[in-house]
């Protein structure tokens, strides 16, 4: 990770979350970084968007189960208008996430012969004990209840602290 923009100059560093459809996981990636980035006072420092590998769900809102998580977290996903993922992306953001290793791979594979600067990682590599016990990918809560969308804020929740941590390092 680097503490410049993909533009070359310190601020702001861009991070953009990915997933399926922009409506569950990414979202939530989305309102969780930007909520404590204000906490640690770098929201002016680093802006964080989301997008969806797929068109499926392009001009909607977050998935209601999504917005009703992230409320039970404390969290307003209300502003939340899903958009598609853009190969543009990797030139003028500065760290991509993943949900999981497909759209990961999906990613590298638009990035192959771009000379875009971002750097792609899954969600849950800021997350120590993810990584200590190999469970880096998001599962999609799209079919199951209120509780996998619960597990899911919480595991954005605890890979966001790490970032945030490692920003904070990294920007400061």
């Known amino acids: 990770m680097t503490a410049t923009s993909a533009q070359g100059h310190p601020s702001p560093y861009r991070v953009c979350f990915v997933c399926s459809g922009n409506i569950c996981r990414s979202p939530m990636g989305e309102v969780i970084l930007r909520s404590m980035l204000d906490d640690a006072d770098l929201g002016g420092e680093v802006a964080v968007d989301s997008a969806g590998i797929g068109d499926w769900h392009v001009g909607q809102g977050a998935d209601p189960r999504t917005l009703a998580a992230l409320k039970r977290g404390g969290y307003d996903g209300s502003a939340h208008v899903a958009r598609q993922f853009e190969a543009s992306y990797l030139e003028d953001h500065d760290l991509i996430l993943a949900a999981d290793r497909g759209h990961l791979r999906d990613l590298l594979q638009l990035a192959e012969g771009r000379d875009g600067d971002a750097e792609t990682r ?45 920003l904070q390092r990294e920007l400061r």
């Open 122 to 166: 899954l969600v849950r590599e800021f997350d120590p004990d993810a990584m200590a016990a190999g469970e880096l990918e998001l599962d999609d809560p799209y079919f199951g209840n209120a509780s996998d969308f619960d597990r899911c804020r919480h595991e954005i929740e605890l890979a966001c602290r790490g970032l945030v941590a490692e």
